[in-house]
């Protein structure tokens, strides 16, 4: 049950919390998301619910919760996922700013387990471990495996990447403080250059506990992009390779290999197989390049229930 106004945003109820929820279209799991964030231990919260021109009827399954922390935002023009994120982050009020799209979802306690995780001042961001959910729910799985740690790690990070949106957290005062904090022009990484840039200056946070959980569907935006996603990182890698820091860290080289293989990957299961084969000469023999072979393999329809 929604609490009534004068038990809302109490300042004993510890600091703000802004939930940046966007949403196009999203009515199908809305009521979901919205739910798991009332339902939070933590309930020093506002929802910012940035409307990209939703034809369907989520404007009105958002308005039809009568709380006050529930605030919603219809955009002047349909944009890509990344300004839209900008829109809503600049009509946030909370002290910490956390991400949760219409379509996943979060456990109770994710807001009170994250915001002890700041005790520690220089601690700009966290993230934990979450679910992966498919086939509407019968199938629930960790999405990695995560040790609890704090500390910088930008190299852990360019090296193999395991931060879930749905899981972050920022420290209002770490974002830029000039221009936009998200890239524009990015429609699939957008959320990776934004962590990567605040690794760079600041220390981060991880609990190993699940926190949320990501729902698996035909109309998961990485999923339906994958050719855009490599195309975004493959700008990326071009971009900070002459970065001060980035660029000279020494898993960036990492980040490389593994953009290599998910390009082998994305050719495989567009069916262009030997495509894949001519471009995984440029792996490093390994675990990597072994399973671009067995991939190449195994029949495509099989593949496609994998990634």
């Not at 090296?159 to 998200?182: E, Q």
């Not at 035909?218 to 002459?242: A, G, T």
């Not at 820091?245 to 490389?256: C, E, L, P, R």
Request: some cysteine; hydrophobic content about 40%; glycine content about 4%.
């Amino acid at each position: 049950m929604t609490k009534p106004p004068s038990e809302i945003c109490r300042p004993d109820h510890g600091p703000l919390v802004s939930v940046l929820m966007n949403c196009y279209n999203g009515e199908k799991y809305l009521r979901k998301a919205v739910e798991s964030v009332i339902a939070q231990t933590h309930q020093n919260w506002e929802i910012i619910f940035w409307d990209n021109q939703s034809s369907d009827n989520s404007a009105e399954i958002f308005k039809s919760y009568p709380d006050q922390r529930l605030k919603y935002f219809y955009a002047q023009k349909h944009t890509l996922l990344y300004e839209a994120r900008n829109y809503a982050l600049a009509n946030a009020r909370g002290d910490f700013i956390t991400f949760l799209d219409a379509d996943d979802y979060w456990l109770p306690e994710k807001l009170e387990v994250q915001i002890k995780l700041f005790n520690d001042s220089e601690v700009g961001f966290v993230y934990s471990n979450y679910y992966v959910e498919t086939q509407g729910g019968m199938i629930r799985k960790l999405a990695f495996n995560i040790e609890s740690y704090r500390g910088n790690i930008l190299e852990r990070l360019l090296s193999n990447y395991d931060v879930g949106i749905l899981t972050l957290a920022v420290r209002k005062s770490a974002f830029p403080t000039r221009g936009n904090p998200f890239d524009e022009n990015q429609h699939i990484i957008g959320d990776f250059d934004l962590v990567i840039r605040l690794s760079v200056n600041n220390l981060a946070a991880v609990s190993e506990l699940p926190l949320a959980v990501y729902r698996v569907h035909e109309n998961n935006e990485s999923r339906r992009h994958r050719q855009l996603s490599i195309i975004e990182k493959e700008k990326w890698l071009v971009k900070y390779s002459q970065h001060p820091v980035i660029g000279k860290i020494t898993s960036f080289d990492n980040f490389s290999e593994n953009l290599c293989y998910s390009k082998s990957i994305c050719y495989i299961l567009m069916g262009e197989k030997i495509k894949a084969l001519m471009h995984s000469r440029k792996l490093n023999f390994g675990f990597k390049k072994i399973k671009i072979i067995v991939a190449i393999i195994i029949p495509t329809r099989i593949l496609l229930k994998f990634f």
